[in-house]
């Protein structure tokens, strides 16, 4: 642009000088702004585009952060949860101990009734620690912790499930099958069976299909087979239904005065084993007379593996604890005994001189840590649906009891181990959700530094030179003064 020469009412080169000062002091805000900051976008004004980018990545970050911060609460709460189950555990591990101990045949009543005292004492422990147990006030045991979500990332949908069983000592324990009604009735075309637990007759030809937690499976079973041998044919499917079974066999007999003689015998089919001869004399319905009975039945108890004892209502009681058949044939002598009948419609059988004799099946008994069903469970005296045997139904004081809270025990343990694996699962699942937010929320940082954060050196170095400019500028409007002065002189 040209102007008049010689002209003193606009000094254009003043303006030139002004507006390129004004532009370099400008300038050398912004920088001052970056350096004081440290951020080369300190408004939408600086980098509009940016600003949008930036602010984005802060929102990823916070997010971020606070999704580390709810995942450590969660790992927290979840070792709170384990912590308290794992003490549990070792209560129960106490309690199988005495359990063990009290099986043993060497207590007395009152250590029994000791044992039973101590174990029921630390199941109610149990219970006071499934109610007390608690994180920032929220129940964890109790049942009521169910679904909870840890929001463990930044955004929404970022969560993981935990939940926990209710683990009182009422909801601990083994689920089981049980009776459908009948005990020790009689049947069979040829000869009498009877079983511990039953719904009349001898076992029914046929199968059973157990349908557990993990899948189901066929089991057969024929007439004179024995509770040991369907709990062994169960328990070669248990990986598929995660259903394990247990066989005895048991029954009570009372005992009428005289001599006796039979063939005792064990078996797993109709077809009795490992067959001895007892004789005794039987002098009254009680321990004392039943002594010389039980004697020579224990006598050969290696070889029949039958255990013979006299109960409190001096009832021989014969027990083979692996639930093979308990076979009694050619019976003689003056002397009797007879099967104890218990239930609607049962009937009781008796081994006098001269009967044919007869085969005793035990009950299989089938075992979970969950609940199951068994289809034909009729045709071996159960019902088909399972049921909960807690904790509060231990009792130790009979050895029947002991062995029954042994396996109660084992049960519970396995739901307790089951739902710390379950937890420790989840727990592994939140630390790694937390190592991935931290590693997210340093890419973000540094994703964000890029595009907001101040080239310190490179805004040090542009300074100076806006600086330099500056002097310049203000040494040039001071030069552009000189001329104007000098054509005042020229004023007469």
Request: hydrophobic share 35%; glycine share 12%; aromatic share 4%.
């Amino acid at each position: 642009m040209s102007t008049a020469f010689g002209s003193i009412n606009t000094n254009v080169g003043s303006l030139y000088a002004l507006n390129s000062l004004g532009n370099t002091n400008q300038n050398i805000n912004s920088l001052q702004q970056q350096l004081a900051t440290g951020l080369s976008i300190n408004s939408p004004a600086s980098n509009p585009a940016g600003y949008t980018i930036a602010q984005g990545f802060t929102t990823q970050i916070n997010g971020s952060n606070q999704g580390i911060s709810n995942a450590n609460q969660g790992i927290t709460m979840l070792e709170t949860a384990t912590g308290a189950i794992g003490q549990q555990t070792n209560i129960l591990q106490n309690m199988r101990t005495i359990a063990v101990q009290s099986a043993n045949g060497t207590n007395t009543t009152a250590d029994l009734n000791s044992m039973q005292s101590t174990i029921a004492q630390l199941t109610a422990q149990v219970s006071t620690i499934a109610q007390q147990t608690q994180f920032n006030g929220i129940a964890l045991l109790d049942g009521s912790f169910a679904g909870a979500q840890f929001q463990v990332g930044a955004n929404q949908g970022q969560v993981i499930t935990a939940s926990v069983g209710n683990m009182s000592s009422t909801n601990l324990g083994m689920y089981q099958t049980s009776a459908s009604g009948k005990v020790y009735a009689s049947g069979g075309s040829t000869a009498p069976y009877d079983y511990a637990v039953s719904s009349g007759g001898a076992f029914t030809g046929g199968s059973l299909t157990v349908m557990g937690s993990q899948g189901s499976g066929t089991v057969a079973v024929t007439l004179g087979e024995s509770a040991a041998n369907i709990a062994a044919s169960t328990n070669q499917v248990a990986s598929e239904t995660g259903v394990n079974a247990q066989a005895y066999t048991s029954i009570n007999l009372t005992a009428s005065t005289g001599t006796v003689s039979f063939t005792l015998g064990n078996g797993t089919s109709g077809s009795p084993s490992n067959q001895v001869t007892i004789s005794a004399n039987i002098t009254g319905s009680s321990a004392s007379g039943l002594s010389s009975l039980v004697q020579a039945i224990n006598n050969n108890n290696a070889t029949t593996g039958i255990s013979a004892s006299v109960n409190p209502q001096n009832q021989l009681v014969l027990t083979d604890i692996a639930g093979n058949n308990i076979s009694i044939s050619q019976f003689s002598g003056s002397g009797s005994l007879q099967t104890v009948a218990s239930g609607s419609g049962t009937n009781s059988f008796t081994f006098s001189s001269g009967t044919s004799g007869g085969t005793i099946q035990g009950i299989v008994n089938f075992q979970s840590p969950g609940a199951f069903t068994v289809s034909g469970a009729n045709n071996i005296g159960l019902a088909s649906g399972s049921a909960l045997t807690s904790l509060n139904s231990i009792n130790v004081t009979t050895q029947y009891g002991a062995n029954q809270a042994i396996s109660i025990m084992s049960y519970a343990i396995q739901q307790l181990n089951n739902q710390n694996t379950q937890l420790g699962a989840v727990q592994q699942r939140v630390a790694s959700a937390l190592s991935n937010q931290q590693t997210t929320s340093v890419n973000d940082q540094a994703a964000q530094s890029v595009i907001q954060d101040a080239n310190i050196p490179q805004v040090s170095t542009q300074l100076t030179q806006a600086q330099i400019l500056q002097q310049a500028g203000v040494g040039a409007l001071m030069s552009s003064t000189q001329t104007q002065q000098a054509y005042l002189k020229l004023i007469p």
